[in-house]
T-cell receptor
Framework: GIQVEQSPPDLILQEGANSTLRCNFSDSVNNLQWFHQNPWGQLINLFYIPSGTKQNGRLSATTVATERYSLLYISSSQTTDSGVYFCAVAVQETSGSRLTFGEGTQLTVNP | DGGITQSPKYLFRKEGQNVTLSCEQNLNHDAMYWYRQDPGQGLRLIYYSQIVNDFQKGDIAEGYSVSREKKESFPLTVTSAQKNPTAFYLC??????????????FGAGTRLSVL
């Protein structure tokens, strides 16, 4: 099946710093989602971005489908950005679209 | 409010016991999914269903069973055959179709522990 690799596994920042998280995947996809998992375990949708670039406030994401990677940018980080960031991809199958998750990037933002 | 409701938030299982986790959605989504998350890891797919009365195994279906009798409900049973059930379980749903049909939305999860 498709492989998803995220880097770095851990990232520690000072408040106000910028960061880039990377997601590499091993096959063509028709779905790529970025999630933030908060301390209570809730998965929050950040972006649906199988290709192209999107921005939402301090967050932006770019997916280069032909080169099989996606980047999540966090600017002017805040302590509330702490948590685990997951990339998940899907390949359309006859029985539906199943997400395969990476192992995540644990982000800690210190005040 | 529209959304996905999982219950209970915390569940304890005794040895040899089957337990059922509830997942209900009022988003009118056709597809529903169950994932398992172990500490420090990503999510893995247990079962999924595209339509009522139909479901498929995911990557780690052994020791689990599901049913899809209603569009809004997709309960997961953790059977006694699952020898390591302690984990965080997440339910998701997706609206099928070309317009916005690829985005999965998640419930708040159920934490299952073995007594």
């Amino acid at each position: 099946g498709i492989q998803v690799e995220q880097s770095p596994p851990d990232l520690i920042l000072q408040e106000g710093a910028n960061s880039t998280l990377r997601c590499n995947f091993s096959d063509s996809v028709n779905n790529l989602q970025w999630f933030h998992q908060n301390p209570w375990g809730q998965l929050i949708n950040l972006f649906y971005i199988p290709s192209g670039t999107k921005q939402n406030g301090r967050l932006s994401a770019t997916t280069v489908a032909t080169e099989r990677y996606s980047l999540l940018y966090i600017s002017s980080s805040q302590t509330t950005d702490s948590g685990v960031y997951f990339c998940a991809v899907a390949v359309q199958e006859t029985s539906g679209s199943r997400l395969t998750f990476g192992e995540g990037t644990q982000l800690t933002v210190n005040p | 409010d529209g959304g996905i409701t999982q219950s209970p938030k915390y569940l304890f299982r005794k040895e040899g016991q089957n337990v059922t986790l509830s997942c209900e959605q009022n988003l009118n989504h056709d597809a529903m999914y169950w994932y398992r998350q172990d500490p420090g890891q990503g999510l893995r797919l247990i079962y999924y269903s595209q339509i009522v009365n139909d479901f498929q195994k995911g990557d780690i279906a052994e020791g689990y069973s599901v049913s899809r009798e209603k569009k809004e409900s997709f309960p997961l049973t953790v059977t006694s055959a699952q020898k390591n059930p302690t984990a965080f379980y997440l339910c998701a749903s997706r609206r099928t179709g070309a317009r916005g049909g690829n985005i999965q939305y998640f419930g708040a999860g159920t934490r299952l522990s073995v007594l």
